[in-house]
């Protein structure tokens, strides 16, 4: 982990690729801290009644990018809140200066296998990479004959995970800048979520002293 002085705001801020981990970890770091919880990406979904990869099909990623600056505006006005965020949201330069005003900067930067493994585990969990627009090519599972076994189901799904690996290397090259800002970076390898918020709890202690 890295360190940095806090600011006056005192929130938690989770940055990080999709799949590392950010909403889950955030709901229980916010437990753990008896601080509020707030998801951006939720948030856009409330406001619109519909989900993140039906905002982009209609929108496209600008439109998205409109809704997540007030979803984000939002939440760096509030105090003592973990705040996960969508893994764009760091590209936006005013949803980019509204975060870092608003509190600490967490990286959540699992190795880009084990990222992978979150996101397809299985050929079922490659069909909800739909909800996921810089991934939902790869959700089409057409290609895959029905009871398809063995090496050739292995194959199949080694290739998907290749596609996946390499999209997400590209999104983490262009964001690596900001992200390495951050005032604490975690690197969670096949960890318990608990045991990762325990490390940025602890961390929080410290740069809060």
Do not use: C
Not at 23 to 43: E, P, Q
Not at 61 to 87: C, N, P, Q
Not at 184 to 209: C, D, G, H, N, Q
């Amino acid at each position: 982990m890295n360190s940095a002085p806090t600011n006056q705001h005192e929130n938690i801020i989770l940055v990080g690729v999709m799949g590392s981990g950010k909403s889950a970890l955030a709901r229980i770091l916010a437990h753990m801290l008896r601080f509020g919880f707030i998801d951006t990406d939720a948030d856009v979904e409330r406001m619109t009644r519909k989900p993140v990869a039906r905002i982009f099909m209609e929108q496209g990623e600008s439109g998205f990018r409109d809704l997540e600056r007030k979803a984000v505006a939002r939440a760096a006005s509030a105090r003592r809140h973990v705040i996960a965020t969508g893994g764009g949201a760091v590209d936006d330069e005013n949803s980019w200066r509204a975060l870092t005003e608003s509190g600490i900067l967490v990286w959540l930067n699992p190795p880009i296998d084990e990222v992978v493994r979150r996101l397809a585990p299985t050929p079922k969990a490659l069909q909800d990479l739909i909800r996921r627009p810089f991934l939902d090519d790869l959700a089409d599972i057409s290609g895959l004959p029905s009871g398809t076994k063995g090496p050739a189901l292995q194959q199949f799904m080694e290739e998907k995970r290749k596609r996946m690996a390499d999209r997400i290397k590209t999104l983490l090259g262009q964001r690596a800048e900001r992200y390495r800002q951050a005032a604490i970076v975690v690197e969670p390898e096949f960890e318990l979520p608990e045991t990762t918020a325990r490390k940025i709890a602890a961390e929080y202690a410290l740069l809060e002293r």
